[in-house]
């Protein structure tokens, strides 16, 4: 293994004519509703370095979406994945087990909030995690209603978009969509009208009693979010509500589902996120940061429901694959190893103190908030008004993709530009990171 120098370093325009190159090929072969953020074609991964194929060291404030926390090709990933390559690739656990699986599983009941009995079941992706343990409500409950959230994003399959909320890129033109799904308000406390004070009460009052209208309690199977909602804008909800969530799905035998494929794994400065307000999840889903990389994903829960559906009704040919398992096991023994919640905390502070300091400065920048090594900026017209800003998001992207920093917007109105950086980076890239953020505002 070659380590990447972590250092930025621009040897050619952005993107390079090699990268050019890659991507008039891709544009021939490759369908065009999958998009890429920045059309720089990788070669390397390390730490907090994107290494491209011109030559060019790019910061990696995206880590391929929160999936990348311990780092592209963290020393632990690489050599418990290689060792099981070698061993087999695949035998189906449904076909026949493997330790690995096990193992996964045993880890997510150590790590999962709460003391009571847990299982897990394992899948490939964030989607399908989301999916199953919708089947797993729903045979648990023997009821069909589920209830998401405003700005809620949950996958891009059929039921998972029916559970996101934005149309746009998601759901456009790919209906219908899965029946018996219900949104309702969140506690999005810079935009609530009575104020942040007053949002997590007023937020979960509001959605309490548009469920029990709506839908009634009794016909509720789940009530899924995401702790801190991702792709919605980084939306942390609003003191208070989640609590009110937890405890109506509690006196009322509905499922709690905390999606954290984002949130999870260290991210928020928590093995997860939901932990912050003392939440313990019924059912707790996971992906993207479990496995350093590798396609993994899982259910975990209380053993009483994870064990609800029947025996062979779920499952799937590559759900838990042993170098995916392989992987998680290297993932979580580096965030353990290097104790990667303390750094996320550390990205935190280091973050908001500069980000806050350049608010001071610029005042499109109408919110900083999220958690540990999952923050965001939200950009405004002007900070009365909170009129979304998306154009300043995009052009503050570009900015930072021209001079080597690799960031992401997220948010419903496009307005939010977030920063997910590998928990295993640098002090110094993460403030040159933040430095050519700063330098991208001036120019704006
Ligand atoms: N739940 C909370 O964040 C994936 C999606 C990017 P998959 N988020 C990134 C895109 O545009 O497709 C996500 C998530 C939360 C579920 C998912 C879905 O996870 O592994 O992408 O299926």
Redesign the pocket.
């Given at each position: 293994m070659t380590a990447v120098p972590q250092e930025r370093k621009l040897v050619t325009a952005i993107p390079g004519p090699k990268s050019q190159e890659l991507q008039a090929r891709r544009l021939d072969a490759v369908a065009g509703g999958v998009g890429s953020v920045l059309p720089v074609f990788t070669k390397r991964l390390d730490g907090g370095i994107l290494e491209d194929v011109d030559g060019n060291r790019l910061i990696d404030f995206g880590s391929g979406?929160a999936v990348t926390s311990v780092g592209g090709s963290a020393e632990a990933v690489v050599r418990r994945a290689t060792a099981q390559l070698a061993d087999f690739t695949h035998t189906c656990f449904m076909v026949t087990p493997y330790e690995g699986y096990v193992e996964v599983c045993e880890a997510l009941a150590e790590l999962t909030p709460g003391d009571h009995a847990k299982k897990s079941a394992l899948f490939n992706?964030?989607?399908?995690a989301?999916e199953n343990a919708v089947k797993i409500a729903r045979a648990h409950t023997k009821r069909q209603a589920v209830v998401v959230f405003d700005h809620g994003?949950?996958?891009?399959t059929n039921l998972?978009m029916a559970l996101t909320a934005k149309n746009m890129p998601y759901k456009h033109g790919f209906g219908p969509f899965a029946p018996e799904v219900y949104r309702v308000p969140v506690a999005y406390g810079y935009r609530w009208p009575t104020g942040a004070e007053n949002c997590g009460p007023e937020a979960a009052a509001q959605a309490i009693d548009q469920i029990t209208k709506q839908i009634g309690a009794e016909n509720v199977a789940a009530i899924i979010i995401?702790p801190v909602l991702?792709?919605g804008g980084f939306i942390e909800p609003a003191k208070g509500f989640l609590p009110a969530i937890v405890k109506f799905a509690n006196d009322n035998g509905i499922v709690f589902v905390a999606?954290e494929?984002?949130s999870g794994f260290c991210r928020t400065g928590q093995w997860f996120a939901c932990e912050d307000e003392g939440i313990v999840p019924d059912l707790i889903t996971t992906?993207?940061g479990i496995a350093g990389g590798l396609p993994l994903?899982a259910v975990t829960g209380r053993a009483e429901i994870m064990d609800a559906a029947h025996a062979g009704g779920l499952g799937g040919t590559y759900g838990g694959n042993p170098v995916a398992c392989a992987g998680a096991l290297g993932s979580i023994e580096t965030m353990k190893e290097l104790d990667l919640n303390a750094k996320a905390k550390e990205i935190e502070s280091v973050m908001k103190a500069r980000l806050s300091a350049m608010q001071e400065k610029y005042e499109i920048i109408g919110d900083i908030r999220g958690r540990g090594a999952m923050i965001a900026i939200e950009l405004v017209k002007d900070p009365a008004s909170k009129t979304p800003n998306p154009e300043a998001a995009a052009a503050l992207a570009k900015a930072c993709h021209a001079e080597g920093v690799i960031v992401l917007t997220c948010g419903t109105y496009g307005n939010v530009l977030r920063f997910l950086p590998p928990l295993v980076i640098g002090e110094d890239l993460l403030n040159e990171g933040l430095d050519v953020i700063e330098a991208a505002f001036a120019t704006l």
């Open positions: 979406i992706s964030g989607a399908e989301v994003y949950h996958g891009r998972t995401e991702g792709e999606d494929i984002q992906a993207k994903a």
